[in-house]
């Protein structure tokens, strides 16, 4: 394939934007660049350490020529992808990648020349001025019962969803994109309880303002949807603390919605209205019901009440309490040191200040995924701050 011809690739990562018109525009370009196909599983093949496609026929649509053949870079959930398919270690596949990429090669290309049945292969076509010689990105290799969900089909299942159940775009509060990953956080400020308790002696890391003024945990939620089989399409309820903006997202009482349909035929997929138009209206009510359900005063009465049984044992070892929770969680070593310096500058000696601390490096973390994933884990890391400072 002549990739001089191709546009360059779409932008594919945000971090804590609040424009939804921005988020769209990305995801209407990410749309425009896309490729699915079908392919045997003995097709597929290694070249330097890239996926090559070839021998596909040429798709002639209402949009032009799209040519699928070419070599196209992996991602590191490809990476996990061809591990799990072929029965690698995905440690050592990525040391095949960086130290010896031939090998690398000869691994993936003969197992797969023994191996039977399709997989979905979800392509992002498009130029990289750094590797003039790729066709895109290759974004999963997955089951061909995989059941598309994309991500601007979710963002606009979720607003109208919103919008049905009175709120709207002006609510969300976060945006972030990762190649595995999309994240909308919707904060409701308008519905919200006291929660001095729970912020009692506290203040933000960002400006030192004290919780006692900003005393309020405001209702809110959090969406997630992966299109490259990194997790089901989510929703959680996502509390925010007025005083610092710190989110507390309780996984235990989502909804979660696994990607599986039926098997897909051979080829190029391009989707059809009906499958899509379905998923949309199974968003769309699931948002609705996320609403009636987590955006209440009733419900966030009895989060922070659930919260206080926890937040309020103090922490007299407070180096050990941050090294012990950061062992538990697998918290990195930068992590464990942004928790404790923003403990210690919250002023807040309690295992609820175990609580902001971490939610609050969570807003720092500049990899989407990562933040997420800490920010999930802030009542666990109360909870067993709690118990080690009781011991």
């Known amino acids: 394939m002549n990739t001089s011809t191709l546009p360059v690739l779409p932008q594919r990562h945000l971090r804590g934007e609040t424009d939804i018109s921005q988020l769209v525009a990305v995801l209407q370009d990410q749309q425009a660049a896309k490729l699915d196909l079908v392919l045997p599983t003995n097709q597929i093949r290694f070249n330097q350490g890239l996926l090559?496609?070839?021998d596909q026929q040429v798709v002639l649509g209402a949009d032009g020529v799209t040519d699928p053949n070419g070599l196209y870079l992996g991602t590191e959930a490809?990476?996990?992808?061809?591990?799990?398919?072929?029965?690698?270690p995905v440690r050592y596949l990525r040391r095949m990648r960086a130290e010896h990429v031939e090998l690398l090669d000869t691994n993936v290309n003969e197992w797969a020349a023994r191996a039977e049945g399709k997989r979905l292969v979800r392509l992002l076509q498009g130029s990289d001025p750094e590797d003039p010689t790729t066709s895109g990105i290759v974004r999963a290799v997955l089951s061909d019962r995989y059941a598309i969900r994309d991500n601007i089909d979710t963002v606009f299942s979720v607003l109208q969803g919103l919008r049905e159940a009175g709120l709207d775009g002006s609510n969300i509060s976060g945006i972030d994109l990762s190649d595995n990953r999309l994240y909308l956080a919707v904060n409701v400020p308008q519905i919200a309880v006291d929660a001095k308790e729970l912020?009692?002696?506290y203040r933000s890391p960002f400006d030192s303002r004290p919780g006692e003024e900003l005393p309020l945990l405001n209702a809110g939620l959090v969406f997630t949807n992966s299109e490259v089989g990194r997790g089901a399409f989510e929703i959680f309820p996502?509390?925010?603390l007025q005083v610092?903006?710190?989110?507390?997202t309780r996984k235990v009482d989502g909804f979660r919605k696994i990607h599986l349909g039926g098997r897909l035929e051979e080829g190029t997929i391009n989707w059809s209205t009906a499958t899509v138009d379905a998923a949309n209206e199974f968003v769309r009510q699931q948002v609705k019901d996320a609403v009636a359900s987590f955006l209440s005063e009733g419900y966030l009465e009895n989060l922070r009440d659930d919260l206080l049984k926890d937040a309020g044992v103090e922490v007299v070892d407070v180096v050990g309490t941050v090294e012990f929770v950061s062992k538990k969680l697998q918290y990195t070593q930068t992590e464990q040191d942004s928790i404790l310096a923003d403990f210690i500058k919250g002023g807040q000696v309690t295992s609820g200040g175990v609580l902001n601390a971490v939610t609050s490096v969570a807003q720092r973390i500049e990899n989407p995924d990562r933040a997420y994933e800490v920010e999930a884990s802030a009542i666990e890391a109360m909870q067993v701050a709690a118990k080690f400072a009781a011991v």
């Open 52 to 54: 090559s496609i070839a």
């Open 78 to 88: 490809v990476d996990q992808q061809i591990a799990d398919l072929f029965s690698i």
């Open 199 to 201: 912020v009692r002696g």
């Open 238 to 240: 996502r509390a925010v």
């Open 244 to 248: 610092c903006k710190n989110g507390l």
